[in-house]
């Protein structure tokens, strides 16, 4: 096979013009995309990255929940495809890059292959993962659970909206309701180019992110019982305040992530206190928390601990608290040879780069379970996402496609490559 | 004047049953009281009291705020009444013996003065101070508050209920908006009896508390601004989380008040975070905070020292914090002649007692500003008030308004006392 050589570059312009372009499918006021999964801007944007994978030589389909593939032949139609590829839905008050750059990048990979006339050996497989935000409707990475086998193609289909809507009702209203069965179509592997999400990258000063690890979750809910006294009226040592207690808690999941870092991070995020009165010792309360980690036995520890902490605080202030586990993910181990495909593309092209853990969950991580797989990430602007401010430079999404693109090559294997300068 | 003797004492069933008979005027459920100020309830109860207080040989009147006088003659009617009582509205879910114990045992005292044949030098006034609890129309202690000049007749008839329904119209339509000025009727005293609504009394077994201040108090607005980012992708010592923020401002609350003990307090019971999300590390919060002391001093050190711990905190976390006094009153140095009083007729009556701090808000910390007042406490149970569950025994009510009783007299001068035996 030939060698592709380093100075094969994606198209940077058309790459940030696609992304661009398909931002007006929902663009909001603020710069940002609301685009929710199997919506009307949904269907627009379905309907226009069908017609560009076409334009592009690609053979387009789609399964029951609404993924579609689109196949870009290679010499050997025995060989399982080379899968690239992301989301195109968006948070309610999303941004222009969190999905759709791994999406389009992947489209722009093969529109490089084809102007630069490149064959590859396996076909090439653009993806685009039905509902990744799980904002509508839940799960969260709903179309790659599936197609790992978490869930079934039916459980899905039920799946409602707030208002009722089901999954299988809005892929029929929007025309993506596919033939092909889920999990039918197999891969030889799947890489996936993200935005970090994260401040690392950015901080570090570096372009690309090879992504070696997915972290693992612990999810709780948790309540704590005080009792509900006058503020004016009960001295100190009498009194059993939930929110007192509750702040100790909180403390306690941040301090017990902190002795597992760099990597172990621990949050909560809500609180609800019953009857809130300024003049009232709180009584009963209820929070969430989590952890993540990218080792299944510091998630062990760190649930451990907080168990422990618990229990002392507890016991010191008199007070119940419960903290149950309500959902629990192990950590995701990309595959180490597709993770140094990814180094190795980083590399021959020259950006700056480091190893970092997915603190964010992705179809990659669902995907992992059943195909090699690995990521590549690029920075954010202060590592914002999820909000309309989200941003990303030209440069960098250019750099974090030319690996994506250099990646496939490596895996699908080149044949021929007649117009590169050598 | 004629000593009186320890053996006069209210009639005990008597008091009781009034208690539970006008606690049938909004009864709830659950055993407690719906009866919100100058209501339907609260005009049944008023007219309940007037009877009453007519057929007990009083003279009732009215001021321009609803407040009810009832005048009971002595022998010299130049001299300045002694005025007993409290209020008769409740919280929406308030319990029978909240400011209704302190103006039945005023009537119940009046009952047995008449029983006993006795004339006092002075005469006696039960008091029925409109809109002690503030549910339905701000301020609390609304009457009394106008009353001690701190708000203008006007101003208070033109508050409005959540519903745009004037004080003044609500007298209107219970026909109770008298023709009295508010502060016209001036007494010599103030004596009110009240449950502790707190624990200690019941903690330490005591049965009177001899009230001989209340507390000062200060209101404080908060909010705190970190930087809202990805629960799984923030490593911890990147995050600005303002809810990790919080839970050290509510320890350094409750860790102030602590070292100003026994008496201060401090209490943060609100907090709400804008847009909370389980995976979100919280960004923008509001919260809100109060301290309470019996001393001035004690006020401004609580207050310093809260806002030298905020400032701490918040650059330690790089979060802004803003902290901000809306309210502040200075404590209530209740009379020292009429705490004597009550805590002569206290021992006279050979009660366990033991001085007390007043923790909440009571019509007589208003009415201390313009004449010598005082209170005198009970037990509830568990210290719960503001709560349908609400309690206090018959024997500590009947100790409360024998006191009460004992204190008038001896306040207000016994001419003869013919049926008492010697």
């Not at 609404?66 to 690239?84: C, E, Q």
């Not at 907080?306 to 993910?329: F, S, T, Y």
Request: charged share 20%; hydrophobic share 40%; with cysteine.
């Amino acid at each position: 096979m030939a060698n592709t050589k380093s100075n094969l570059q994606i198209d940077s312009a058309r790459l940030w013009n696609a992304i661009h372009e398909t931002a007006k499918f929902g663009a909001t006021p603020k710069g940002g995309v609301r685009r929710l999964t199997l919506g009307a801007e949904d269907k627009q944007v379905r309907d226009w990255f069908r017609d560009a994978c076409e334009a592009a030589g690609c053979e387009v389909h789609v399964d029951a929940l609404g993924t579609m593939f689109a196949i870009r032949p290679g010499r050997d139609m025995s060989k399982l495809p080379v899968a690239i590829g992301s989301h195109l839905d968006t948070q309610p008050t999303g941004g222009k890059f969190d999905g759709v750059l791994g999406t389009l990048a992947a489209l722009e990979a093969v529109r490089a292959m084809n102007d630069a006339g490149i064959e590859t050996d396996a076909p090439i497989c653009i993806c685009n993962w039905t509902n990744e935000e799980g904002s509508r409707f839940a799960p969260a990475m709903m179309a790659s659970a599936a197609y790992a086998g978490e869930y079934t193609t039916d459980d899905i289909l039920g799946r409602k909206d707030a208002d009722g809507v089901t999954v299988a009702s809005a892929l029929d209203t929007i025309g993506y309701r596919g033939a092909e069965a889920v999990g039918a179509r197999r891969f030889s592997a799947f890489v996936e180019l993200h935005i970090e999400q994260g401040p690392l990258l950015e901080a570090e000063e570096k372009t690309i992110g090879v992504v070696d690890r997915g972290q693992g979750i612990i999810w709780y809910n948790g309540t704590i019982a005080g009792f509900a006294s006058h503020a004016g009226t009960t001295p100190m040592p009498l009194r059993r305040d939930a929110l007192a207690t509750f702040s100790e808690v909180v403390l306690a999941v941040e301090k017990i992530a902190k002795t597992h870092g760099p990597h172990a991070v621990g949050t909560i995020g809500e609180v609800t206190i019953e009857n809130p009165s300024r003049n009232v010792v709180a009584g009963d309360l209820k929070f969430s928390a989590e952890f993540r980690s990218p080792e299944s036995a510091t998630m062990d520890a760190l649930h451990r601990e907080l168990q422990n902490a618990v229990k002392d605080i507890a016991a010191r202030r008199n007070v119940e608290i419960v903290v149950e586990q309500i959902w629990r993910k192990e950590p995701t181990v990309f595959n180490t040879q597709i993770v140094g495909a990814v180094e190795g593309a980083t590399k021959q092209l020259g950006y700056s780069y480091r190893h970092i853990t997915s603190g964010a969950g992705h179809d990659a991580c669902n995907l992992a379970g059943v195909m090699p797989a690995a990521m590549i990430f690029v920075p954010c602007k202060d590592g914002i996402s999820h909000n309309e401010l989200e941003d990303a430079t030209q440069a960098d999404c250019t750099a974090g496609a030319n690996v994506l693109l250099h990646t496939t090559l490596a895996l699908a294997g080149v044949v021929s490559a007649p117009k590169i300068n050598s």
